[in-house]
């Protein structure tokens, strides 16, 4: 079963320093890569995904994010924080079950403060 | 294209009772999926439906049952509520390819007391 962690319960930045947030993953196929962010009170949007080919993807906000399966990691980046990006950041694997479709395994999440 | 649309936002029930929280995919999705949101467990996968059939279950009990209409609308239903049931419900929904992003609702808060 795949299953993914991300290390950082709590990160803090300062407004325009550069982030990372850390993703591992385990499964046992190439697996497809999520990164999602949720503010307060809101469901979880898309900021990029991983699929195959380049490793280094980029999503929307500005964010990128880079596939190492050597590590099984997957790292998400922003060279310049906004005090916006404050909000929940959720790493998730997909993986084609049996009978079709995927289902979503999350981290337990980032929570990003952006100090001003 | 309107997004994904959850109804209600907002439920308060009381042990014992049932409730049906109602979720509008994307036009032309055709796979709708579940998930379960509390501070101690995290986003958890519910169930996902496609063309009316349950495709794929999480690890909830019976309690938790869900329903896909012709139009893709799903309903989530959850009886004999108990205290623990108190999350965000979040509804997803794809086009069903497995490499097809899931896209999430707003959700619904359910306070059980």
Known sequence: AQSVTQPDIHITVSEGASLELRCNYSYGATPYLFWYVQSPGQGLQLLLKYFSGDTLVQGIKGFEAEFKRSQSSFNLRKPSVHWSDAAEYFCAVGATVTGGGNKLTFGTGTQLKVEL | ?113
């Open chain 2, 1 to 113: 294209k309107a997004g994904v649309t959850q109804t209600p936002r907002y439920l308060i029930k009381t042990r014992g009772q049932q409730v049906t929280l109602s979720c509008s995919p994307i036009s032309g999705h055709r796979s709708v999926s579940w998930y379960q949101q509390t501070p101690g467990q995290g986003l958890q996968f519910l169930f996902e439906y496609f063309s009316e059939t349950q495709r794929n279950k999480g690890n909830f009990p019976g309690r938790f049952s869900g329903r896909q209409f012709s139009n893709s609308r799903s309903e989530m239903n959850v009886s004999t509520l108990e205290l623990g049931d108190s999350a965000l419900y979040l509804c997803a929904s794809s086009s069903a390819r497995p490499d097809s992003p899931l896209h999430f609702g707003n959700g619904t808060r359910l306070t059980v007391t």
